[in-house]
């Protein structure tokens, strides 16, 4: 079997140690989490989960169903990449010394679809959005340069295929709605 890389969204009501049940159903598993994001969702009270891993997909098709049998998750989609538009975000914090070439900073940036989002006097603040491998790049780049501080988000995604998620995100909402 070959491993593949799934993203899964997950959805829970929202209370204090959830995160804590979800990454438990992957660590008894012995999975490993490539990213991980939580959220609200578009239902008020549920929050959502976006977990890339990498396994086969008969794996990742057992792993849905024993989250979903999990008291705490109410339900859990698992989608091939070319199934859902993602994104990661990233924040780059350099030395505002290195940017006296402002042409050079300005085709690097431009290259990059990145954007300046803030200008201290020490540091200059840049904003990456895009794939991990569109990332990994401008992080390459700028390492030439310095690089004060780096962090970056996990996976944001929606499935293309709205159907089964519209219908299902419908009827918690219509049950939320009767219980109040």
């Given at each position: 079997?070959?491993?593949e890389e799934?993203?899964i969204?997950?959805?829970?009501e929202?209370?204090?140690?959830?995160?804590?049940?979800?990454?438990?159903n992957?660590t008894?598993?012995?999975?490993n989490?490539?990213?991980?994001?939580t959220?609200h969702?578009?239902?008020?009270?549920?929050h959502?989960?976006?977990?890339?891993?990498?396994?086969e997909?008969?794996k990742?098709?057992?792993?849905?169903?024993a989250?979903?049998?999990?008291v705490?998750v109410l339900?859990?989609?698992y989608?091939?990449?070319?199934?859902?538009v993602?994104q990661?975000?990233?924040?780059?914090?350099?030395?505002?010394?290195?940017f006296?070439?402002?042409l050079?900073?300005?085709?690097?940036?431009?290259r990059?679809?990145?954007?300046?989002?803030?200008l201290?006097?020490d540091?200059?603040m840049?904003e990456?959005?895009?794939?991990?491998e569109?990332?990994?790049?401008l992080?390459?780049?700028?390492?030439?340069?310095?690089?004060y501080?780096f962090?970056?988000s996990?996976r944001v995604?929606?499935?293309?295929?709205m159907e089964?998620?519209?219908?299902y995100?419908?009827s918690i909402?219509?049950?939320?709605?009767?219980?109040h």
């Amino acid at each position: 079997m070959k491993k593949e890389e799934f993203t899964i969204s997950i959805f829970t009501e929202d209370f204090p140690g959830i995160v804590q049940r979800v990454v438990g159903n992957f660590t008894k598993r012995h999975i490993n989490i490539i990213s991980l994001t939580t959220s609200h969702s578009s239902v008020k009270d549920i929050h959502r989960f976006t977990i890339v891993v990498e396994m086969e997909e008969e794996k990742v098709k057992k792993l849905v169903l024993a989250l979903e049998r999990s008291v705490d998750v109410l339900k859990a989609f698992y989608y091939f990449s070319d199934e859902i538009v993602y994104q990661e975000i990233a924040l780059f914090k350099v030395p505002a010394s290195k940017f006296n070439d402002s042409l050079k900073v300005e085709r690097l940036l431009r290259r990059h679809q990145a954007h300046v989002l803030s200008l201290d006097q020490d540091f200059v603040m840049i904003e990456k959005t895009g794939h991990e491998e569109e990332i990994d790049n401008l992080l390459a780049d700028l390492k030439d340069i310095g690089i004060y501080e780096f962090v970056r988000s996990g996976r944001v995604a929606v499935t293309k295929q709205m159907e089964p998620l519209n219908r299902y995100l419908e009827s918690i909402q219509k049950l939320a709605i009767e219980n109040h």
